[in-house]
T-cell receptor, first 113, second 114 residues
Framework: KAGVTQTPRYLIKTRGQQVTLSCSPI?????VSWYQQTPGQGLQFLFE???????NKGNFPGRFSGRQFSNSRSEMNVSTLELGDSALYLC????????????FGPGTRLTVT | AQKVTQAQTEISVVEKEDVTLDCVYE???????LFWYKQPPSGELVFLIR??????QNEISGRYSWNFQKSTSSFNFTITASQVVDSAVYFC???????????FGPGTRLSVLP
């Protein structure tokens, strides 16, 4: 079974630009979550999508948004990039909820200059 | 509210030593799930184990073992005879049955020196 895939793996953007990251979950998984990981803040939850609906949201500004498609693939978008958005963005999928473990993709490393 | 604490920020051991990574959690639910993940230098988090709140049996998988104690709200992870390849950041996480949030601890960076 193929794992979680994320594209692109690396990205360099300039302040003020916007970026879209993509995540394809494991086949059969309906939940996709996004996390931001930085050295100072650790793993921070951005949001979770389940069956094309946002189910949970972390404490991030509205510049961070996401969506999920009918095939469970998900995208996250960051608009008006700031230097502090430089981070590893991890996507995780799981079958449904609560009891299910999450499986993570390799991440997208975003650098904002 | 859910919370996961990993008090050890960094641990260094010499190869072949045993090491225990601590995890303490808080939850108001009676049904919940605990997890451990490993993040090697490559960056991808690797799932290690899931435990539900009704199963307090300790688990052993090769050199890895987990000690779940509800009385102290702890879910500790022990690596026996550590190896250099065990060097990574290890995260403990909690998920509640009724909620869908997955809460991670801050992680413990383990360095195994040759």
């Amino acid at each position: 079974k193929a794992g979680v895939t994320q594209t692109p793996r690396y990205l360099i953007k300039t302040r003020g630009q916007q970026v879209t990251l993509s995540c394809s979950p494991i086949s059969g998984h309906r939940s996709v979550s996004w996390y931001q990981q930085t050295p100072g803040q650790g793993l921070q939850f951005l949001f979770e999508y389940f069956s094309e609906t946002q189910r949970n949201k972390g404490n991030f500004p509205g510049r961070f948004s996401g969506r999920q498609f009918s095939n469970s693939r998900s995208e996250m978008n960051v608009s008006t990039l700031e230097l502090g958005d430089s981070a590893l963005y991890l996507c995780a999928s799981r079958r449904s909820g609560g009891s299910d473990e999450q499986y993570f993709g390799p991440g997208t490393r975003l650098t904002v200059t | 509210a859910q919370k996961v604490t990993q008090a050890q920020t960094e641990i260094s051991v010499v190869e072949k030593e045993d090491v225990t990574l601590d995890c303490v959690y808080e939850t108001r639910d009676t049904t919940y799930y605990l997890f451990w993940y490993k993040q090697p230098p490559s960056g991808e988090l690797v799932f290690l184990i899931r435990r539900n709140s009704f199963d307090e049996q300790n688990e052993i998988s090769g050199r890895y073992s987990w000690n779940f104690q509800k009385s102290t709200s702890s879910f500790n992870f022990t690596i026996t005879a550590s190896q250099v390849v065990d060097s990574a950041v290890y995260f403990c996480a909690l998920s509640e049955e009724r909620g869908q949030n997955f809460v991670f601890g801050p992680g413990t960076r383990l360095s195994v020196l040759p």
